[in-house]
């Protein structure tokens, strides 16, 4: 009959992982609180003052590691020993099953984090894509108005290549020098190909022929001024790849050293549900 009434009752103690989740998700709240005020203390707006961003990074890092391992043992010793002491099992039975309340109060709390993260995430994306719709609706409201007033394209990414190229070797009158600037930009971005500026010799050459008219300057001068501008704009590319590579691969590393910690938090929590048991059991 022991044996009927055993199997007709289910080894999972839902209020003691319940209980445990709660705890772990209120103890990272708390944690991840202090975490932002002292991340905040020890950095500075002033230049060279306060600790530097590779220091605030790394140590924001070891810090949410530390509180994900401190908030899983937690809730896991909680789970293991809030949990109904179980009679006449194995030895081994019991610390499965308190290891599973470990577990299982780890998955629930580390769910509730996620949940909580991917709503705050969500307002706050909102909240940016609206104030950035509604500032786009007044840029493009006053950079329309203003080529209506000034005749004038505006908003172009190209404006200060274009001025380099126009650069006189004898300042003068550049009253008439708009249009050439606009259709050297016009040049300029249809040459950009994959990412890079690759002038056609046609193009190249009439874009001399312009500079050399506007500048002064000889046709073999002129010519490497409008090289020079190319390998600027190239240069610039190539710097923006590699900083959103090295970005990629920081991102990826941060994301492998979060998955592990999140597991050691796992056996962390299932070692603390295993100690709480034992003691549950003891006392």
Request: glycine fraction near 10%; proline fraction near 2%.
């Amino acid at each position: 009959m022991s044996t009927r009434e055993e199997a007709s009752a289910s080894a999972v103690s839902w209020a003691a992982i319940i209980a445990g989740a709660l705890a772990a998700t209120a103890v990272t709240v708390i944690l991840l609180v202090v975490g932002t005020g002292v991340g905040i203390s020890i950095v500075s707006p002033w230049y060279g003052a306060g600790a530097s961003a590779a220091a605030v990074g790394v140590s924001a890092l070891i810090w949410l590691v530390v509180v994900q391992w401190i908030s899983s043992g937690l809730g896991g010793f909680l789970a293991g020993r809030l949990r109904t002491k179980w009679v006449r099992l194995h030895a081994h039975e019991i610390f499965f099953r308190d290891t599973a309340h470990g577990f299982l109060a780890w998955s629930l709390a580390s769910v509730a984090g996620a949940l909580l993260f991917a709503s705050a995430t969500a307002s706050t994306v909102s909240g940016v894509a609206r104030g950035a719709t509604e500032a786009a609706a007044v840029g493009l409201s006053q950079a329309a108005q203003a080529a209506i007033n000034n005749g004038q394209d505006t908003g172009n990414a190209l404006a200060y290549f274009t001025d380099t190229l126009f650069r006189p070797a004898n300042p003068g009158d550049e009253s008439n020098a708009g249009q050439s600037r606009t259709e050297a930009a016009r040049i300029l971005a249809r040459s950009i190909q994959g990412g890079q500026v690759a002038l056609a010799p046609a193009d190249a050459t009439y874009l001399a022929q312009i500079v050399a008219v506007r500048t002064g300057l000889g046709p073999a001068e002129a010519q490497q001024r409008v090289d020079a501008v190319a390998n600027q704009l190239n240069d610039a590319q190539q710097k923006l790849r590699q900083t959103a590579d090295a970005a990629r691969k920081q991102i990826a590393r941060l994301s492998m050293v979060l998955a592990l910690s999140m597991l050691i938090g796992a056996f962390i929590a299932s070692a603390a549900a295993a100690l709480g048991g034992r003691i549950r059991d003891e006392y």
